[in-house]
Structures are given as structure tokens and as C-alpha cells.
């Protein structure tokens, strides 16, 4: 079984930093792709950033030139860094990885969410 943890998430003015890291655990071959999402009220999910485990990494809009996001494949961790914090970004924040399980296939894992509040 796998689990994603996140962690990091919190209240903070405008203008401010949060970094948020998702942990992986189980009995884990590999991972491939990983990501954050996230859900504001009202609003669908959606991508913030993605990094595949060849380090080719994919922003949002919303997300270049203030987040950055890297992994730690040796401790199947998943960072995102946010300068520039913007009330807009206020929302639920989910890690998302696709994970190899030893005599499984690839299925995709959800973490449970951090919530980032920015206040202006």
C-alpha cells in the first residue's frame, strides 16, 4: 500500500513563501511522474507543476517564475517551493505521483492535502 503525505501548508500574508513536501511510503519500485494540484473553493482542480523522474518539469501559468518544484528520488519526496504568495493562490494543495508497486503495474496516488491560505 501507498501512502502520500503532505505537509508544509499554513497561513500567510501576501507576498509570502510556503514550501510544501509530499512523502511517499510503501513497498515502492519506482515513481514516475509527480505533481502538485490544487483546489480553490467553487473551482476544479488543477495542475500547479509537474517533474518526471528524468527532472523535466512543467508549470502553470500561474506557477512560473514564483514556484519551483523538485524531488529527492532518494527519499521518494516531492518539494514545492512558493515565493510571491498571491490571494489567489489560497486552495486545498495535492501532491499526485505515479508509482511502480513491486509485482504491480503503474497506478496513480493521491495525497490527502495541505491548505494554503494567503490573506491579503
Known amino acids: 500500500q501507498v501512502q502520500l503525505v503532505e505537509s508544509g501548508g499554513g497561513l500567510v500574508q501576501d507576498g509570502g513563501s510556503l514550501r510544501l513536501s509530499c512523502a511517499a511510503s510503501?513497498?515502492?519500485?519506482?515513481?514516475?511522474?509527480m505533481g502538485w494540484y490544487r483546489q480553490a473553493p467553487g473551482k476544479q482542480r488543477e495542475l500547479v507543476a509537474q517533474i518526471t523522474n528524468g527532472a523535466s518539469i512543467n508549470y502553470s501559468d500561474s506557477a512560473k517564475d514564483r514556484f519551483t518544484i523538485s524531488r529527492d528520488n532518494a527519499k521518494n519526496t516531492l518539494y514545492l517551493q512558493m515565493n510571491s504568495l498571491k490571494p489567489e493562490d489560497t486552495a486545498v494543495y495535492y501532491c499526485?505521483?505515479?508509482?511502480?508497486?513491486?509485482?504491480?503495474?503503474?497506478?496513480?496516488?493521491w495525497g490527502q492535502g495541505t491548505q494554503v491560505t494567503v490573506s491579503s
Open positions: 499526485n505521483a505515479r508509482i511502480w508497486l513491486y509485482g504491480t503495474g503503474g497506478m496513480t496516488y
Open positions: 510503501g513497498t515502492i519500485l519506482s515513481i514516475n511522474t
